[in-house]
């Protein structure tokens, strides 16, 4: 049972200095625990947006639930281009309902900041009032957590390609041999552009080009994608999420599905979520927010997504498959230029469109 009582220490000279900050640069700062957890009871409840899968989000919330009894707790999963761009009209139009806690969808992510409450998350996480790794939150806007990470692999059907075959460097691909509809590449790309932190910007255009040139069998959705791949309608895919793979490969008894992991590898952040301005149950969605990135939060994310954690906790997964390899990290400095990577990706492609969904 979580106590209120109000016989807390009274708040560090170094504590009282990082309120005094952050309320300089316009940001709300909590300076401990119970007061967070007083007002929170007050609201009551919290309603929550996430893009994490359904039954990830159902068991998060029923943790949640049970750490925090006291709320009434209800989250909804939101995913998909036209759902997210739906939020972002509504939340910019007022309506934006009586969410506390927004997913913020990296092609979009530019278009939440005026609409988030500006908690101080890193200063409190920084200063151990909210129990969350700081390198989990953006350190330019300081009221956004990224609370998983994905990283890029190379997926393929081993009963159709053998390891042999199947690239080591991305610019394989470009050899003459994968040339004509011989593997799959998602028009909407971000394991492209997400090569741009280690490349930089004009290698990674011309790399796209040139990818675009050798006609690919354009696709979207990844996890339909790799379904397809273990059902063998096509051999190669360049660019799968790793977790999805990992979950397909449960789904797949003959065991034809693997992947292969090429460097630089592909790595961002995901899952951004951040309390609304607008919001109800504010403290509520900060608790959340915690959460996410509590060990507890990070273990349901490893276990139920699967192996969804992110990569800058050790221990976890995609920390462990990665260690020693070179990585091109989509990190805070890159993240909001996300979308600016991906479009000139785009272009460089040549503007496919989808010849299967």
């Known amino acids: 049972m979580v106590s209120f009582a109000h016989s807390a220490a009274a708040p560090s000279p170094a504590l009282l200095k990082a309120k005094q900050d952050a309320e300089a640069k316009g940001y709300s700062f909590e300076t401990g625990r119970e007061e967070i957890l007083a007002k929170a009871k007050k609201e009551g409840r919290l309603r929550a947006l996430s893009s994490l899968e359904s039954s990830t989000i159902k068991a998060m919330a029923e943790a949640f639930r049970s750490e925090y009894p006291f709320l009434n707790v209800h989250v909804e999963e939101l995913t998909g281009s036209d759902a997210n761009q739906r939020f972002v009209l509504e939340m910019k139009a007022g309506r934006s ?90 028009i909407r790309p971000t394991e492209i552009a997400a090569l741009v932190p280690a490349w930089g910007l004009e290698k990674t255009i011309d790399f796209a ?24 309608e096509y051999a190669l895919f360049i660019g799968p999420n790793y977790h999805t793979v990992k979950r397909a490969q449960t789904k797949d008894p003959a065991g034809v599905l693997d992947f292969k992991i090429v460097e630089p590898v592909p790595t961002r952040l995901s899952d951004a979520a951040a309390v609304l301005t607008a919001a109800p149950n504010p403290h509520a969605g900060l608790l959340w927010l915690e959460f996410l990135g509590s060990p507890r939060g990070q273990k349901i994310a490893e276990d139920m997504e699967p192996f969804a954690a992110s990569i800058f906790i050790p221990g976890f997964a995609q920390e462990q498959i990665t260690r020693g390899k070179k990585l091109s990290v989509v990190d805070w400095n890159h993240f909001a230029k996300m979308p600016e990577y991906q479009t000139k990706v785009v272009e460089a492609y040549g503007f496919p469109k989808a010849e299967r969904k």
Request: proline share 6%; with cysteine; charged share 20%.
């Open 97 to 186: 309902g009586n969410w506390d806690v927004a997913h913020m969808a990296t092609d979009l992510y530019n278009d939440y900041h005026p609409y988030l409450r500006k908690f101080d998350l890193l200063g409190m996480a920084q200063q151990s009032v909210l129990r969350v790794p700081p390198q989990l939150i953006d350190p330019a806007n300081r009221n956004i957590i990224a609370s998983t990470s994905a990283l890029q692999v190379v997926a393929y059907n081993k009963k159709l390609l053998t390891a042999e075959r199947v690239p080591e460097a991305w610019e394989d691909f470009l050899k003459p041999e994968f040339k004509g509809q011989k593997f799959v590449a998602d």
């Open 209 to 232: 080009r040139r990818l675009g040139a050798q006609q690919p069998v354009w696709v979207r959705c990844g996890s339909r994608m790799v379904t397809a791949i273990t059902l063998g």
